[in-house]
């Protein structure tokens, strides 16, 4: 069954179980490998990506159920890394190995636009979900605070 | 069969996303700046070679290749900067690639060593790599020299421009007649009084491939008519695969076939292939949604009885037992029995996982001459002779392609995990290339697993408080008795502590278990650093010491350990006096030439719950080269022992471990992870020593003594989080 999908603006055609994780579709089927693979059980966030602007773990995301929705990956997210998260997570220096990266980031881009001046209690809220082996958490917060910041400025 | 539409699309799309990629690309206006590309074992060099490490192009362009792996440890900085600093080029013209590993290996080792571990890279390797740049500085001289007929003394080299009196020149234009010079004699190294560039704060390199997906990881290889398989191998270590049900998934969608994979009989090193069965598809999802759905038979014999209960009292067992005597006093053992006021505890920890975010994956192509292989390991020499040995071919027709690393821990090295092996077989088998990925639950179970451990230490207090005598006895659990990373952990911190006590025996037992062991970040400081650093904390508290000064007293006449605990004091207000449910703690350990301190600050509710408001960590390296990097490493290394030491704890049941994703074996996330702040109290001159790890360890004691000083309560094993923490 061949289901339409909207991703980065750009339209695709996929036949495919209905119930594959739109994960594995963006991986395997389209290409689109910044987005990761954790866990498979929605518990590690390293495979977030935007489903009409909702910050959305695809790898319990059935590609059936964002059919006629707007999937935005981290590769769509600004077409020159010029995103204000992708600007303070190199200004702090946020990643390190990286590869939970992508999900920290969208997650933290969906946050921000709920609430551009987000609270200590909102940032540990909304990135709750999203693992950093590598214990960058710190500069997680602090990349978006100034994000944040920048988006004001 | 095998190629359905969906792969055939699925390349067409790939080629288009990946151009596409890399047209968004991205120049990121980062000030005065060096860069890597997003696969930089690609990036071609128009350049002339002036060594192995570093090409010239002819607008100035420096690539540097650096040998070692990027886990987000620094590595690739680390190198390009040793070397920039050494050949004296403008950091804004330095572009860093992965150096080739078959070259390495074909040209008799010629970067030395690609291993990427043990916090060695700055702290072992800066000799050799300051060498490769300073041996080019001296050629592009001496080319120099030689061309305008003046002795090489009288030729300056800075920021890439050759200058002797009038006469001017870029390294470009020297840089061939540089290739072929030869040189009486090498020249040293530089000190750190006369670094230019060592020792600033400088942005690492990968950063900014890292914000946009753009990075590529051995798991996102993707290769035309590439196959993807997804393994289950015995989930108690060494049973034995009896059979599968091949019909009973073979009409799923996409399925290419199902294989049976061999342990080699008789041994069970490293990376060594267990008893499997890999399910081939077109789609990982595919293949991974039949795998679960294949009927598979074992034969688990023994080793299925065994469960973390049965160790622990193993454990206890032979705690009581005299083991082999590494460290012998008898008269330490004499003076505890003799004494009055005698402290003993046994501490004990469990197996942990290294739980790389990047799931365990390789991808191989076995070709008619020529095999190619993507491997997230920390030495990919050592993934060609895996491959090499499994496919029956030459080294030098093996290609390794080095990726960014999603983690590393000590996990992936010496090639890895059996992955590699499995991909190669398979590969060699169905004559095409073919991506195993674990999943995470696999890649929990068929980890090599940082060794469940456990220690009595007993010591005798004298007049003053202070010890008089301490006998300590260590249980390491390793596979086939500790010829895995046995003998020298298990030692490793308790035997080799630094309080000058006058009497010291250290007793070891390394006991065989089925569970396959490998390093993990710290080596044995890890788990060790834990026990001792709380045990002298109750040895202080007994003799009456503030913990904090009793290691200084203790410490006397090591200037380093001095220097490091003093500006812990100053810098953390380690305090002794907090009101109840709140407290600090302090713990220091030395481990890869550094010697790490830090300083816990909790509170902890009536009802026992925990909040880790702040860790400061003072380190002495010797020598930072990127503060920022070094900074990083501290903040990390410190989240990540806490991790395990709050959250871990790997349960093993009928010989098999049960807790293998994340909501069983949970990780520290970001609402419990405490502020780190990170300080330096250097020696300098003849010290060198890592910074990837030794952050870790002093962490978890630190944390525990802060718990006692709040609550009262003395934690002798992890996790801390199977512990009733409640005070009245
Ligand atoms: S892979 Fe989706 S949450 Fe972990
Ligand atoms: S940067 Fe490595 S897991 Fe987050």
Redesign the pocket.
């Given at each position: 069954m061949a289901i339409n999908l909207s991703i980065n603006g750009v339209s695709h055609s996929v036949d495919i179980e209905p119930e594959t994780p739109l994960l594995w579709v963006l991986r395997d089927a389209i290409g689109l490998t910044g987005t990761k693979y954790g866990c498979g059980i929605s518990r590690c966030g390293?495979c977030t990506v935007h489903v009409d602007g909702q910050a959305t773990k695809s790898c319990q995301t059935a590609v059936s159920a964002v059919a006629g929705k707007k999937v935005t990956t981290i590769e769509g997210l600004s077409q020159d890394s010029s995103h204000p998260v992708q600007q303070a997570w190199r200004e702090v220096g946020?990643?390190?190995?990286?590869?939970?990266?992508s999900g920290?980031i969208m997650s933290a881009a969906a946050l921000l636009q709920k609430s551009p001046k987000p609270t200590d209690r909102q940032i540990d809220e909304a990135m709750a979900g999203n693992?950093?082996?590598?214990?960058?958490y710190q500069r997680i917060k602090a990349g978006i605070r100034r994000a944040s910041q920048i988006s004001g400025a | 069969m095998t190629d359905v539409n969906l792969s055939r699309r699925a390349l067409i799309q790939t080629s288009v996303g990946a151009a596409g990629g890399l047209l968004l690309g991205f120049h990121v206006p980062q000030a005065h700046a060096a860069k890597t590309e997003s696969r930089p074992w690609t990036t071609p060099t128009k350049g002339v070679e002036v060594n192995a490490w570093l090409a010239i192009d002819p607008d100035g362009t420096v690539t540097i290749r650096v040998p070692h792996t990027e886990m987000?440890q620094g590595g690739m900085t680390s190198v390009a900067l040793m070397i920039a600093e050494e050949l004296d080029v403008e950091w804004s013209k330095v572009q860093a690639v992965f150096a080739d590993a078959n070259r390495h290996l074909r040209n008799n080792k010629e970067y030395v060593t690609m291993f990427t571990a043990g916090s060695q890279l700055v702290w072992r390797q800066h000799p050799h790599i300051m060498q490769a740049g300073a041996s080019a500085r001296e050629r592009l001289k001496e080319a120099a020299a030689q061309a305008w007929g003046v002795p090489r003394a009288q030729v300056a080299a800075k920021q890439g421009v050759l200058t002797s009196g009038a006469r001017r020149a870029t390294y470009a234009e020297f840089a061939s007649a540089a290739a072929a010079v030869k040189l009486a004699e090498e020249p040293a190294i530089k000190q750190a009084k006369d670094w230019w560039l060592l020792g600033k704060d400088v942005l690492r390199l990968d950063i900014p491939h890292?914000v946009n997906g753009s990075a590529q990881y051995a798991v996102d290889t993707r290769l035309p008519g590439m196959v993807y398989a997804a393994v289950k191998a015995s989930p108690v270590p060494w049973g034995k695969l009896k059979s599968f049900n091949f019909e009973a998934i073979k009409n799923r969608p996409g399925i290419v076939g199902a294989f049976e994979l061999r342990a080699v009989p008789g041994k069970r090193g490293q990376p060594d292939m267990q008893d499997a069965v890999a399910v081939v598809a077109d789609s990982w999802f595919r293949a991974k949604t039949a795998l679960d759905l294949l009927p598979v038979e074992w034969d688990f014999g023994e080793s299925a009885k065994v469960d973390n209960a049965a160790l622990s009292a193993h454990a206890k067992k032979m705690l009581g037992e005299t083991g082999l005597m590494t460290k012998e006093e008898p008269k330490a053992l004499e003076a505890i029995a003799a004494s009055k006021k005698v402290v003993t505890a046994e501490y004990e920890r469990p197996f942990e996982a290294h739980l790389?975010?990047e799931p365990i994956n390789a991808t191989v192509h076995v070709q008619d001459g020529r095999v190619d292989v993507w491997s997230p390991t920390q030495d990919q020499s050592v993934a060609i002779q895996l491959v090499a040995n499994q496919v029956g071919v030459p080294e030098k027709d093996v290609f390794g392609h080095t990726m960014f690393l999603?983690?590393g821990f000590g996990g992936n090295g010496a090639g890895g995990t059996a992955v590699t092996r499995q991909a190669a077989e398979l590969s060699k088998r169905l004559k095409r290339p073919v991506k195993v990925l674990w999943s995470r639950e696999e890649d929990v179970a068929q980890d090599k697993q940082r060794p469940m451990s456990a220690a009595r230490l007993s010591a005798s207090l004298g007049a003053n408080g202070l010890p008089e005598a301490i006998s300590t006895r260590a249980v390491w659990f390793s596979l086939d008795k500790a010829n895995q990373w046995g003998p020298a952990t298990a030692d490793y911190g308790i035997a080799t502590m630094p309080y000058i006590i006058p009497l010291r025996h250290h007793e070891r037992h390394n006991l065989d278990t089925h569970v396959p062991s490998s390093t993990h970040r710290a080596p044995g400081a890890n788990q060790t650093g834990f026990m001792i650093e709380s045990f002298v904390d109750e040895l202080a508290l007994a003799g009456g010491w503030n913990p904090l000064d009793w290691r200084i007293e203790m410490t006397k006449g090591k200037d380093d350990w001095q220097r490091v605990l003093k500006t812990l004091k100053e810098k953390s207000g380690y305090r002794t006096d907090l009101k109840k449910g709140e407290g600090m703690g302090v713990a220091a350990v030395e481990c890869h030439g550094t010697i790490a301190a830090a300083c816990a600050t909790v509170t902890v509710s009536r009802r026992g719950q925990l909040t880790v408001e702040k860790i400061v960590v003072v380190a002495d390296c010797g020598h930072v080269i990127n503060p920022r990097g070094a900074v990083e490493q501290i903040e990390?290394a410190a989240i990540y022992e806490l991790s395990h030491a709050w959250h871990g704890g790997l349960d093993m049941r009928g010989g098999r471990f049960v807790n293998t994703n994340f909501d069983s074996y949970n990780l520290l996330r970001i609402d419990q992870a405490p502020e780190v702040e990170a300080h330096f109290a250097l020696t300098g001159g003849k010290k060198w020593g890592g910074m990837g790890e030794p952050a870790g360890p002093p962490v978890p004691p630190a944390v525990a003594n802060a718990i006692f000083a709040a609550t009262g309560k003395r934690i002798r094993s992890t996790p801390f989080r199977l512990h009733d923490l409640s005070w009245a």
């Open positions: 390293a946020v990643p390190q190995c990286g590869y939970c990266q920290q693992i950093c082996r590598c214990g960058t | 987000g890292k790389r975010m999603g983690g990390g």
